[in-house]
Structure formats: structure tokens, C-alpha cells
């Protein structure tokens, strides 16, 4: 029997006009129920058995190219295992045709990075290192987290420390923001000196000295155990590489050259094809052992891992009766008792097509407070309201083929969870529905 349609009854015109309730500010957990005062007239019911297929797949890569952060370091995940990421990026000159006085000489190159947070333990030494480039940056090109650029294989930088992202740095006499100073130049001074004796048409121009100096690679050394994944602001005024320098008459001299919203730069992402990550998560998402997915969920940034969902048998719940959705809601609790690594601030949820290609759920037009997505500490969950995605499936003619789950910002955020799965004995994962018959 077909699902009625909703100007077939006033009832059902009632739940359309919830999100306008909702727009008076009125709280999202009470859409549907609040329709009529009286519930036994709607019959409204809840259920929350509906059978869900749910299982974890890798992320293949992600579009990384112009992103508002940029990604060092590296981390063992005790389940998701070894992870080292690293950033691509052009540098220009601050100003073409510098002079850098009568025989000029270099007294050392720094690289400074503006830090804007971290992830995971900066307690762990870190190893960081920085490279030139072989190959070509394009700035009319679009550059995923696995691709891979040739360096000289040189190190300009091996730098071992600690990470300090939220510590004020002091410079002269005056407390800026945290930044990070990487010297270019303790072993090879070869790049400070390319730059300061270069031909003159190399510096005539930022797109000759692209072409002159490639960019530069700054990546970490992986780590063996717990470790940190530290954030950059590149378009900071803090950001920039340093020339220190002196000529024949002067001592003292620096050159800047930066980085800004005009240079290619890109994150690379090597999560080592999970071969660190523990054997539960290798057999779910490596061996695609789906059933494993009813108990436990894996989801990560940085391009890692994504959930699919779907619900087979919703169709047949409305075989043989009439109903009004008043209210769907995807509930996502976390797995984890204790979460020592911050969970995602939010996940995205999207539609998958016939082609496997991703579009929005027809719910997120209503906006992010309704719709959702966002982690709620209170309760250690998700929930997403999907009440018109579920009235479509329930549709004859409607095809289903899925849903997706990841991490909102995965090209610049590291942080990951594990989700319970729609049969973990305490707190699963499960499709709320709030609805009504009708007579």
C-alpha cells in the first residue's frame, strides 16, 4: 500500500509545517510531537528497531589543494594505527627585483609557520623536515592528499623538538601569536645562497622564480607511538621564509619571502595503507568483513575512513498500513567509553547515488541546526534529522542506495572516532522514528 501523500490530510500538513515551529527557536526534539495537543488523535508512536547495515571503507583521497589549514606531524593510533602527513607549497618573493647589495652573503634561512592548533600528544618528540622541490606546482590545478610531488632529497631542515602550538613567542621586545622557526640552513646552505645569488631574471618576476624555485616540501618523520598532527595558518602574516644576510657594507639584512592566497599549496596524507592499525579495524575496513560493522564503526579525518549506512527494510513497514512520518532522526553514539583523542566536531551526512557519486539529503536544506551533524559531549553522540530522506525511501518508486558518514573538514582536521553499530548491546546505532497512523 503506498504511503499517503501529505495534501492528502491535514495531519500531514501539520508535520510540513513543523520547521516552521522550529524556526521560532522551539526545541528540535519536539518537531512532530507538538503538532496537536492532543497525541491519541495522530495515534503517535516511536520506533527505533529498523534493521541497519552499517559498515566502515576507506576514504580514497580528498581535494587538499587551497585549504584554510595545513598539516604536519605524525601519530600512532592505537586502532587506526600509523599516520604522517606532510605539506606541498609555493613561495614568492614579498618584492620583485630585491637588491641584495654588493656581494652578498648568507648568514642563515628561516622558515616560520603560524601555528592554529594541534591534534594528538605534543609531549611525543617530533622529527620535522623540510625539502625543495623537484617538480612543477600548478596554480590552476587541483591536487588530492595522496598525490606526490619529486623532491631533490636534500634536508634543509631535521629538526627535532617538541611542539609548543599554544605558547606565545616572543620577538624583539613584543608577544606574538604561536609560531613555529624551522632553520633552513644548520647543514646545507645551498638554498639560502641559490636565492641570494640568483640571476637577475629569476627575480624579475614571481612567476620566473616559481619556476626557479619549485616550492618546498615540509613534512615529519613518522613516529612509534602516540604522537601529534600540528595545524598552520600559511596565509598568517607569521608565515613567511627569512633571508637572513650581509654585503660588503652592511650587517643585519633579511629579505622575506611569503607565503599567501596566490601560491599552489596542498596536504599529503600516508596513512601506510592501515598496515599499523589493529586487527579489528583491518578486517572490517581492509578485509571488508561488513559484519563487524553491527557492533563497532571507525571514523577518521585526513582522508581516512568513511561509514556507509542503509536501511533494507523500511519499505516493508508500510506494507499494509498508513502512516505520517512526524519525525526521523539517525542517532550515532560513540563507541568509546573514555575518548582521550577529541572526536570530530561534526560529521557530514550525504545521499549516495545510483553512479556512487555523493549529493546533500533532502533534510539539509532546513540548515545546520536542524539537520545536525554536530557532537553532543552531554550524551557523546550525533544525531542528524532525516525525516523527508526517510519519507522518500518509504516512497514506491523511490530507489535507496545509501547514506554516507565522515568527518566535516577532513582535508584539514586529524580527529576521529568510533561509533557504536546498529547492534551493540548498550548503545547502538539506530534510526528513531517518530510517526502516526492514519484512519
Given amino acids: 500500500m503506498k504511503l499517503i501523500s501529505g495534501r492528502l490530510t491535514a495531519y500531514v500538513l501539520l508535520v510540513l509545517l513543523a520547521p516552521l515551529f522550529f524556526s521560532c527557536e522551539k526545541d528540535p526534539d519536539s518537531i512532530g510531537l507538538e503538532v496537536t495537543p492532543v497525541q491519541d488523535q495522530l495515534f503517535v508512536n516511536v520506533i527505533d528497531t529498523f534493521t541497519v547495515q552499517a559498515c566502515s571503507y576507506l576514504e580514497d583521497s580528498a581535494i587538499t589543494s587551497y585549504t584554510s589549514l595545513n598539516l604536519v606531524g605524525s601519530q600512532h593510533d592505537p586502532v587506526f594505527g600509523k599516520t604522517t602527513c606532510g605539506f606541498y607549497t609555493q613561495v614568492l618573493l614579498s618584492s620583485v627585483n630585491p637588491d641584495f647589495g654588493t656581494n652578498p652573503v648568507l648568514d642563515s634561512l628561516v622558515l616560520m609557520l603560524a601555528y592554529n592548533g594541534y591534534y594528538g600528544d605534543t609531549n611525543t618528540l617530533m622529527t620535522l623536515k623540510v625539502y625543495e622541490l623537484e617538480g612543477n606546482l600548478y596554480t ?29 613567542v616572543l620577538v624583539d621586545t613584543t608577544m606574538v601569536a604561536p609560531f613555529l622557526r624551522i632553520n633552513l640552513s644548520r647543514s646545507h646552505r645551498d638554498l639560502g645562497t641559490k636565492i641570494l645569488t640568483s640571476a637577475t631574471a629569476n627575480l624579475a618576476t614571481n612567476e620566473a622564480f616559481v619556476t626557479y624555485l619549485k616550492g618546498l616540501y615540509i613534512t615529519a618523520s613518522p613516529v612509534s607511538y602516540s604522537g601529534a598532527i600540528l595545524y598552520f595558518n600559511l596565509l598568517s602574516s607569521n608565515t613567511k621564509m627569512r633571508l637572513y644576510y650581509h654585503d660588503a657594507g652592511n650587517d643585519s639584512l633579511f629579505y622575506d619571502l611569503v607565503i599567501n592566497e596566490n601560491c599552489l599549496r596542498f596536504n599529503h596524507f600516508d596513512h601506510y595503507g592501515y598496515s599499523y592499525a589493529n586487527q579489528a579495524f583491518r578486517q572490517q575496513v581492509i578485509y571488508k568483513d561488513s559484519a563487524l560493522g553491527n557492533d563497532l564503526l571507525y571514523v ?11 536501511f533494507p527494510t523500511l519499505k516493508n513497514w508500510v506494507k499494509n498500513q498508513k502512516i505520517a512520518i512526524n519525525e526521523a532522526q539517525l542517532i550515532l553514539p560513540a563507541y568509546e567509553s573514555t575518548i582521550e583523542l577529541t572526536p570530530p566536531s561534526s560529521l557530514l551526512a550525504a545521499k549516495i547515488e545510483e553512479d556512487g557519486t555523493l549529493s546533500n539529503l533532502p533534510d539539509e536544506a532546513g540548515g545546520t541546526s536542524y539537520f545536525g551533524g554536530s557532537y553532543l559531549s552531554g550524551t557523546k553522540e550525533y544525531r542528524f534529522r532525516v525525516t523527508q530522506y526517510i ?48 484512519h
Avoid: C, W
Fill in 140 to 168: 590552476d590545478s587541483t591536487y588530492y592528499s595522496n598525490r606526490v610531488i619529486p623532491n631533490t632529497g636534500i634536508e634543509y631542515a631535521r629538526m627535532n623538538f617538541y611542539p609548543h602550538p599554544t605558547d606565545s
Fill in 300 to 310: 577518521q579525518g585526513m582522508a581516512g575512513v568513511k561509514v556507509k549506512l542503509k
Fill in 391 to 438: 519519507q522518500n525511501i518509504l516512497k514506491e518508486s523511490y530507489v535507496d542506495y545509501g547514506m554516507l558518514l565522515k568527518p566535516a573538514g577532513a582535508s584539514v582536521r586529524a580527529n576521529r572516532i568510533l561509533l557504536a553499530g546498529p547492534r551493540h548491546s548498550a548503545r547502538p546505532l539506530r534510526l528513531r522514528v517518530v510517526y502516526s497512523y492514519i
